[in-house]
């Protein structure tokens, strides 16, 4: 509306001034009005195409901001599970080095039973046949509780699972072979009848379950005979497995 109104006046002026100026400044003029129109079209192009960039700016401000928002939200929860890793790494190791300490404890305060033995102590012995079969294993390798060598039966100081074993020898003029009792209750055995052969060996184990008191001991066959000397060939052993 001004740019009219200015232009307006601008010719009126000029309708005053002298014939030939007249016609020769109103076409400067109109070139000159029409320059200045063309500069301000491209002007206001280009301001909106700086408005467009303004907006792809802020645009790009704002998912910029937002990816730092985000970032950091991030970089807090990677901080939070690193502490919490490190929580866990340090309760884990006080657990397992309070596992270490049972285990040792346990295997401190846990009973340690076992014993190991065969017949003879001395020169050669034949045992049997006899009215008590009981067989008693006088030479000692190893009791660390239970077994008595002067009956030859072992009795459970604890309840627990135990394992035995034992083995024997014979020669082919009696039955061969000793039962393992328990409470006087056969087990497991051994056994080889008399035969055309010289000697018999054999051998057997069990994992027996125990109450304290229980006892256990080897016996021999009716009109039964084993042999042992110096060589250990007739033997009994057994250990506490663990308690129950």
């Given at each position: 509306m001004?740019?009219g109104?200015l232009l ?33 079209n ?8 700086f408005d ?5 700016v802020y ?54 039973i ?51 074993t ?30 055309d ?8 184990s ?7 008191g ?31």
């Amino acid at each position: 509306m001004e740019f009219g109104a200015l232009l307006l006046l601008t010719l009126l002026g000029l309708s005053f001034g002298e014939p030939g100026f007249v016609q020769r400044d109103y076409m400067n003029t109109l070139e000159w009005l029409r320059a200045k129109v063309e500069f301000i079209n491209n002007l206001e192009d280009k301001l909106k195409i700086f408005d467009g960039w303004q907006s792809d700016v802020y645009a790009l401000e704002a998912r910029l901001n937002a990816t730092v928002d985000e970032l950091t939200r991030q970089k807090a929860e990677v901080d939070r599970l690193n502490k919490e890793n490190q929580d866990m790494g340090m309760r884990l190791n006080a657990t397992e080095e309070e596992i270490d300490k049972l285990k040792q404890s346990s295997a401190k305060d846990a009973p340690q039973i076992a014993f190991s033995a065969c017949l003879s102590n001395s020169g050669e012995i034949y045992s049997g046949p006899s009215t008590d079969k009981t067989l008693v294993f006088k030479r000692i390798f190893s009791n660390t509780g239970g077994y008595d060598q002067s009956t030859g039966v072992f009795t459970a100081p604890v309840n627990g699972l135990y394992y035995f074993t034992f083995s024997t020898y014979g020669y082919n003029t009696h039955i061969a072979g000793a039962i393992l009792m328990k409470n006087g209750v056969r087990q497991i055995s051994t056994f080889d009848y008399t035969s055309d052969d010289s000697s018999d060996i054999g051998s057997n184990s069990a994992v027996l379950q125990l109450a304290a008191g229980d006892k256990v001991h080897m016996e021999l066959w009716d009109n039964g005979r084993v042999y042992d000397n110096w060589n250990g060939h007739t033997t009994f052993s057994g250990f506490l497995v663990f308690p129950v």
